[in-house]
């Protein structure tokens, strides 16, 4: 038993609307092997993981999968099961999971929801591991591998600080996108995006940053305002340190100058030789040192956002309390057992650690860690009172004095920091800071929200959201509209249409297609580009004002969708392709796929069908938004039907086109004026302009726009490039266009014959990963359309042997009753398009369906500059004579 693969899929996907890991394993000799012939399996397996008593399965009732166990059931069931309880186990509840039969025997695929990415990789591998144990007899180490998941999980996942922004982003429905590492998100989309880092915002001045981090600096920055601070010198050896500490007056402070959570800082030392100490330990976070005067009082945190004091805390330096039994390091050990303490920063409190500084602190205090104090007697490992060194807060934001908070937001001011913690200490928060002597110890950029969400006394304190509240205020814009296009057939044609009717209306537009990635028209990325990964790439860039997705099944199956929920969702049609590749077996399966556009959409959103394609009732089911038609035929009853109720539809009448609500009508167009339509005779491309003018009209587009837009769409080539080309080469009509299928050869030919020309030829050709059955079938379609056909094949042959694809196609044809005279094979593309051309006579259709547009482009104006060249000779001749 083995994993063979893993893949994680961070969007939404055919299998959850959570993020999950797909995992293929190999089960063989035990395949076969069901749980009810494995005896004490069900038992075992309870007693290493109780909760397993809890899962459901799918029954609906607590204990059901135990009851699958002793019923039998087969190992990858039992995977699935155990690495979700191990997650579970580990601090990250998570339900979701499912597994089914492989495309080989031995071979089983496995989803699994996960808590973070790795965690999920580590807990199938330990589930693994165990049932091969279990199977063989074997002990198994399952506190230590819970305990090892646990770090992980926890080491994984985002900080406190981090997770509570992105919680409150999740309540507000305000998109995210995770930017590399888990550490950086973008919060919001294209141009009305931000940023995070931890709790530095895009906001944030990098100078202000710079300028935090220098205690010295900062301490001139705020005593030049005005502002209360310990007088302080600067110093970089021991004996300027020894010397400051003198002309302050003892007790003093000792901290690295630049330096966080803590790390190297000693309070109220009273001597020289603590002032040694304390320099020779500060000195190792940074080569200056900063001595101040000790002030006497009660440590506070003020948090501000945006220009307000939103949040306050004290903060508590980490101690222990004798019991007169235990050692200092047992107690230490002790306090660590509390469940809300953990490594870092990732639980409310830090788990206290008996190091060098502690060490010193404990001397200071005339003990050390082996010392067992006396009942009572508290005893601190250090004086500051940060939660990185394991101290503890109570919330205090409802004492705070007006003059105080005032005071705070002006430090933050002063430094330019938007996010900012100011570190006091004072008598009592509850009174102005100037009435008992207090100061100003600290300002601190990217500050720790733990205190505020976790304090160990008092109210919790969202600041998550009021990070988020500061950087999208409530009524504001959180995203771009995003537009998703899916379909069988159409979806680069009618993403382009998109495209062209939102940059006529002045907007910035980004667009995935299967010709690239485009910003303005501008090509930023090249090759099919489809995916998430590309539709992340519009939505991250800052300039994009809309986004036009096109969203195709092989990327969904990849890698999910690449947004959150869009606002507009267009289904072109679906039909028979790509079937046979990635576990997609029929129609049924293609619908299974593509109804996750619809699902995806805002609840305010809409969905848009083709009401002539069978399964638009089906994928309207399934939609969270309005569902919006749009049909060719004038009668279609889904429409009528539809319209009735009060929905709304585009549909055609008398050969305009109109935009319909219950009983009222507006019209739009007349259909001949659709430029893309060739005249009303491409009906494929008819459809296409009526699902993108619906979607631009829903976006805010107004109808006077979207009627300029399709009249002039398709007046250059670079508008719909690749996508129904027609040209002159030597008297006979060329069409080049991308289709690759039965449906596309199907149109494409019918469109070809309305131009009332001689004959009809094409050049074919089909991926070489479609189905046998599937590419006979275009064979046989490509026949009936066409009078004459060249065959070609792919130079990405895609797993098939050299000639293998043409054989099919020609095996179709030939069952379609043409003729094998018209039938020619010929695998080079640009060799199949000359000789097609050359073999053609003037007032004939040649009809080339491509892989790559390139190769087949500069063929044809090779051929066009050569027929000139060969006129221009001609000319000669007969002027000479």
């Known amino acids: 038993m083995k994993i063979l693969k893993t893949r994680v899929i961070e969007g939404r996907n055919v299998w959850s609307h959570s993020p999950i890991l797909e995992a293929r394993l190999y089960l063989a000799p035990q395949e076969r092997i069901s749980t009810d012939q494995i005896p004490g399996i069900a038992d075992a397996l309870q007693n290493l993981l109780p909760g397993l008593r809890d899962h459901t399965c799918g029954r609906g009732y607590p204990g059901g999968f135990i009851e699958r166990l002793q019923e039998g059931t087969y190992l990858g069931h039992v995977v699935e099961h155990v690495a979700l309880e191990l997650q579970a186990e580990a601090g990250f509840p998570v339900h979701f999971g499912k597994t089914v039969r492989g495309d080989k025997p031995g071979i089983w695929d496995l989803v699994l929801e996960y808590g973070t990415p790795e965690l999920g990789k580590a807990a199938l591998k330990t589930a ?145 030789r603590e002032v040694e100490d304390a320099y020779r330990m500060a000195r190792r976070f940074d080569k200056e040192v900063l001595v101040e005067k000790h002030v006497e009082g009660r440590n506070y945190r003020l948090l501000v956002i945006g220009g307000r004091m939103v949040a306050a805390a004290e903060r508590f330096p980490a101690f222990v309390t004798g019991d007169g039994i235990h050692t200092i390091s047992e107690l230490v050990e002790m306090a660590n057992q509390d469940s809300r303490r953990g490594r870092g920063h990732d639980l409310p409190l830090t788990k206290m650690e008996i190091e060098q500084a502690a060490i010193l602190e404990l001397k200071r205090q005339g003990c050390d860690d082996q010392t067992r104090p006396e009942a009572g007697a508290r005893i601190y490992l250090r004086r500051n009172a940060n939660l990185s060194t394991g101290g503890s807060a109570a919330d205090v934001t409802d004492q705070v004095h007006p003059e105080n908070a005032s005071l705070a937001v002006k430090a933050a001011d002063v430094l330019g920091l938007d996010v900012a913690g100011i570190d006091l200490v004072a008598p009592d928060i509850a009174k102005p800071l100037w009435e008992g002597g207090g100061v100003i110890i600290e300002v601190n950029a990217a500050p720790g929200f733990r205190m505020h969400l976790y304090p160990d006394k008092g109210v919790p304190q969202d600041v998550g959201k009021e990070l988020v509240d500061y950087l999208f205020p409530p009524g504001s814009k959180v995203s771009i509209p995003v537009i998703s296009i899916t379909g069988t057939n159409g979806k680069t044609t009618t993403t382009r249409i998109l495209n062209h009717l939102f940059q006529q209306q002045g907007l910035n537009v980004g667009m995935t297609t299967t010709g690239g990635v485009y910003i303005n028209n501008k090509r930023i990325l090249d090759g099919d580009s489809t995916g998430p990964d590309s539709a992340r790439a519009i939505l991250q860039d800052s300039t994009v004002g809309v986004a036009i997705l096109e969203t195709a099944r092989g990327g969904i199956l990849r890698g999910g969708l690449g947004y959150d929920s869009a606002d507009v969702a267009v289904v072109t049609n679906i039909a028979s392709d790509h079937l046979g590749q990635g576990g997609i077996e029929t129609l049924e399966d293609l619908f299974w796929v593509k109804s996750l556009i619809v699902e995806a959409v805002k609840k305010d959103g809409v969905v848009i069908l083709n009401a002539d394609d069978p399964f638009a009732p089906r994928l309207a089911d399934n939609s969270r938004g309005e569902v919006i038609y749009f049909s060719l035929h004038e009668n279609n009853v889904l429409v009528r039907r539809h319209l009735g109720a009060g929905g709304r539809a585009v549909f055609v009448k008398s050969g305009f086109v109109f935009y319909g609500c219950g009983e009222d009508a507006v019209c739009l167009i007349k259909m001949k004026a659709i430029r893309a339509g060739m005249g009303g005779r491409a009906t494929h491309n008819l459809e296409n302009a009526l699902a993108a003018a619906t979607a631009a009209y829903v976006s805010g587009v107004p109808l006077a726009a979207v009627r300029r837009g399709l009249r002039s769409f398709g007046a250059d080539h670079d508008d719909n490039p690749g996508r129904l080309m027609i040209q002159e080469v030597g008297g006979v009509t060329v069409i080049v266009d991308y289709g690759h299928n039965a449906p596309a050869f199907q149109k494409i030919a019918e469109f070809a014959r309305t131009l009332g020309r001689d004959r009809l030829i094409g050049v074919i050709g089909v991926p070489g990963d479609r189905r046998s059955d599937q590419i006979i079938h275009a064979g046989e379609v490509a026949a009936a359309g066409f009078d004459e056909l060249y065959i070609r094949e792919d130079e990405d042959l895609r797993g098939r042997e050299p000639g293998e694809t043409a054989k099919l196609l020609y095996t179709g044809a030939r069952r379609a009753g043409m003729p094998a005279v018209n039938l020619h094979v010929i695998p080079d593309t640009v060799l199949a398009v000359k000789e097609s051309l050359r073999q053609a006579k003037p007032g004939d259709v040649v009809v080339i369906f491509y892989e790559e547009l390139n190769p087949v482009l500069e063929c044809l104006q090779s051929l066009e500059r050569k027929g000139k060249q060969e006129t221009a000779q001609q000319v000669k001749v007969v002027v000479g004579r």
């Open 128 to 272: 693994v591991a165990m049932i091969t144990a279990l199977l063989a007899g074997r002990s198994l180490p399952v506190m230590e591998s819970l305990a090892h998941l646990r770090d992980l999980g926890f080491a994984t996942r985002p900080g406190p600080s981090t997770e509570s922004i992105l919680n409150a982003c999740h309540r507000r429905e305000i998109p995210v996108l995770s930017l590399g590492d888990g550490a950086c998100y973008q919060l919001g989309y294209g141009c009305f995006q931000k940023r995070i880092q931890a709790t530095i915002t895009s906001q944030t001045s990098v100078l202000a940053v710079d300028l935090a981090s220098h205690k010295a600096t900062t301490a001139r920055l705020l005593d030049g305002a005005g502002l209360p601070v310990p007088p302080h010198h600067l110093v970089t050896t021991i004996k300027g340190a020894v010397s400051a500490a003198r002309e302050l007056g003892y007790p003093v402070v000792v901290k690295p100058c630049r330096g966080n959570q803590g790390k190297g800082v000693f309070l109220d030392i009273k001597d020289d």
